[in-house]
């Protein structure tokens, strides 16, 4: 099982505004580790989730939507703190803006002291986005990636310059992350924001000597990129698509990534059997699931049959 750490929440999507004093919101449960954990449930990958869920009407509503879902939730919390609450507004192009209520928040409010003793059931752990940036949730994320280094580590950092807008934080907490980490899958809009002058393939050449052993470069539509520490370099284009919002679909990208790496048996072992034919394959079959949530309204991530059809065109 992979254990899921970080951000749980509701995305409040504007639907209509009669009046600036009479506005309409469409509520989705969101956050980006919890749809890289629902995504992987239903792309048939065991998930398990870590975080905290208020007793509040959300919190208890995304508890239950992990469990219907199918995603282990015993690591989970509960806590009187509020449930996190983003209003996203979308550009004509679908690209979601957001606009996060998170401060003391349940899923940002965690402490080292409550960060679990994992089981034999879990292989690998998946973190990312404020979690991994917003003290005290960052010390106990922190702390799990310590206590667990043994495990296979997977990292996209989703950045939410919003909730903390210091990028040194981010930069900071991130390149802790890289001698633990197997995975690195990051945007270039991400890249973009934290290292504007180093190319993409500078900053993954410097993860993959600090000890990361794949990094993937996602750029919205256009092509994908990966690397591997046995130095193969891949590439794969994203099916042409309608776009109705993009909300999601780096998660969907991430969530498939870990289930054919870990559908695999030990995904260690998987990364460092990739050949130049395989990465690619793969990058393709992962741009395609995140292609299908962009043609859905909100995080509808795909379940196995979805893409499989899709991918039979």
Known sequence: M?????DALFDFFLEAEASPS???FEARAGGSPLNVAIG???LGGEAGFFSAFSNDLLGTRLRKVLELEGVDTRYALTTDRLTTVSLVGLDPEGVPAYAF???ECADTGISPTEVPTL???VTGLHFGSYSIAVSPTADAVASLTAQNTELFISLDPNIRATVEPDLDVWKTRIAAFFPHVNVLKVSQEDLDILHPDVSTEDFASGAIGAGAELVVITDGGDRVRGYTATGHYAEATPPKIDVVDTVGAGDTFMACLLHLLSNKGDPISAIADFSVASLTEALQTCATAAAITSI??????????????FLKG
Not at 2 to 6: D, F
Not at 296 to 309: S, V
């Open 2 to 6: 992979i254990l899921v750490s970080g």
């Open 22 to 24: 009479a506005l309409s």
């Open 40 to 42: 992987l449930a239903r």
């Open 101 to 103: 209520h998170s401060a």
């Open 119 to 121: 089981g034999p059931e």
């Open 296 to 309: 859905r309204r909100g995080a509808d991530l795909p379940r196995m049959d979805d893409l499989r059809q």
